[in-house]
């Protein structure tokens, strides 16, 4: 007999459960988040967009500390930066100069590979428009960022597990109806609730979310942030999460502002 894994292989006693679902759909974590550590933070973060001739400088040093732990806010009006801050925090843009650290190190200047991997595995990223893949169902929109964190062969080896942890995490959610529908056949709000799940699916520290009720009505938005109110007590996760309304903001445990490049305390 060979030695070579059979890409059929979903046989339980070869299976490791994997380990993002583990974190968020289990039940709380017996450990409490050591409170107040900073996690995630900016530091002297500046960064400009060029339009023709002219530079144009969004954040003008922007320092910013994200606890352990915590759901921060981000408020500021539309253009201060939002969007690019975030973007920076998450390592899917690169500062001009200034810094970004992430559980005790530095991540804005590691070699795009190592970015990738941390982005996969420990950041978690919701936007407005949710992003869902159109062609895929919601079972496989939440399964996609597994497939790229194990790597396909790795993947199938254990992709009844992966299935499992999934389709737990669309549960939680709210959404264990709707596993083999399409993005199109969603409301708005599941829609949403589908990319917190694809978001958690690697087992992420932090959710990175930009304006993620923008999109919802008044009562949609209000489930959403219970919903990641709950994400952030139950299950620890820590939360920075951007918006222009002063209302939605005003869910989180901390405000800080964004103004002219700079980010103070609200
Ligand atoms: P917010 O999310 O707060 O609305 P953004 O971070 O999206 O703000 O944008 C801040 C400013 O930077 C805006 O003036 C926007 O037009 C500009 N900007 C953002 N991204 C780019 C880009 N890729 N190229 C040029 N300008 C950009
Ligand atoms: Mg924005």
Same mark, same amino acid.
């Given at each position: 007999?060979?030695?070579?894994?059979?890409?059929?292989?979903?046989?339980?006693?070869?299976r490791?459960?994997?380990?993002?679902?583990?974190?968020?759909?289990?039940? @709380?974590?017996?450990q409490?988040?050591?409170?107040?550590?900073?996690?995630?933070?900016a530091r002297?973060?500046? +960064?400009?967009?060029r339009k023709? %001739?002219?530079?144009?400088?969004?954040?003008?040093?922007?320092?910013?500390?994200v606890r352990?732990?915590?759901?921060?806010?981000?408020i500021g %009006?539309?253009?201060?930066? +939002?969007? /690019?801050?975030?973007?920076?925090?998450g /390592?899917?843009?690169?500062?001009d100069?200034?810094?970004?650290h992430?559980?005790?190190?530095?991540i804005?200047?590691?070699?795009?590979?190592?970015?990738?991997?941390?982005?996969?595995?420990?950041f978690g990223? =919701?936007? %407005?428009?949710?992003h869902?893949?159109?062609?895929?169902?919601?079972l496989?929109?939440?399964?996609?960022?597994?497939? =790229?964190?194990?790597?396909?062969f790795?993947?199938l080896?254990?992709?009844?597990?992966?299935? $499992?942890?999934?389709?737990?995490?669309?549960?939680?959610?709210?959404?264990?109806?709707?596993? +083999?529908? +399409?993005?199109?056949e969603?409301?708005g709000?599941?829609?949403?609730?589908?990319? =917190?799940?694809?978001?958690?699916?690697?087992g @992420?520290?932090?959710?990175?979310?930009? $304006?993620?009720?923008g999109?919802?009505d008044? %009562?949609?938005?209000?489930?959403?942030?219970?919903?990641?109110?709950?994400?952030?007590?139950?299950?620890?996760?820590?939360?920075c999460?951007?918006?222009?309304?002063?209302? =939605?903001?005003q869910?989180?445990?901390?405000?800080?502002r964004l103004a002219e490049?700079?980010?103070?305390?609200?």
């Open positions: 007999m060979s030695n070579t894994p059979s890409l059929a292989t979903t046989d339980s006693s070869q490791r459960a994997p380990r993002a679902p583990q974190r968020v759909a289990a039940s @709380p974590a017996p409490l988040p050591r409170s107040g550590e900073t996690q995630l933070s002297q973060v500046k +960064k400009s967009y023709g %001739q002219v530079s144009i400088p969004v954040l003008r040093g922007v320092d910013l500390e352990r732990g915590e759901f921060l806010a981000i %009006q539309s253009g201060s930066g +939002k969007s /690019t801050l975030l973007h920076l925090l /390592t899917l843009d690169a500062p100069s200034g810094e970004i992430f559980g005790g190190r530095r804005d200047n590691l070699p795009a590979r190592d970015r990738d991997a941390l982005r996969n595995r420990q990223m =919701i936007f %407005q428009f949710y869902l893949l159109p062609e895929l169902t919601m496989e929109n939440v399964l996609a960022p597994q497939m =790229i964190a194990s790597g396909v790795q993947y080896r254990q992709r009844k597990a992966h299935v $499992e942890a999934a389709t737990q995490l669309l549960s939680l959610v709210g959404l264990e109806h709707r596993l +083999k529908h +399409k993005p199109r969603l409301s709000g599941e829609m949403q609730r589908a990319a =917190i799940a694809r978001a958690l699916v690697t @992420p520290e932090v959710l990175l979310a930009d $304006e993620p009720t999109n919802l008044h %009562q949609t938005g209000r489930e959403i942030l219970n919903l990641l109110r709950t994400l952030n007590r139950a299950h620890h996760l820590t939360i999460m951007v918006t222009h309304d002063l209302s =939605i903001a869910e989180a445990d901390r405000i800080v490049g700079q980010v103070v305390e609200a």
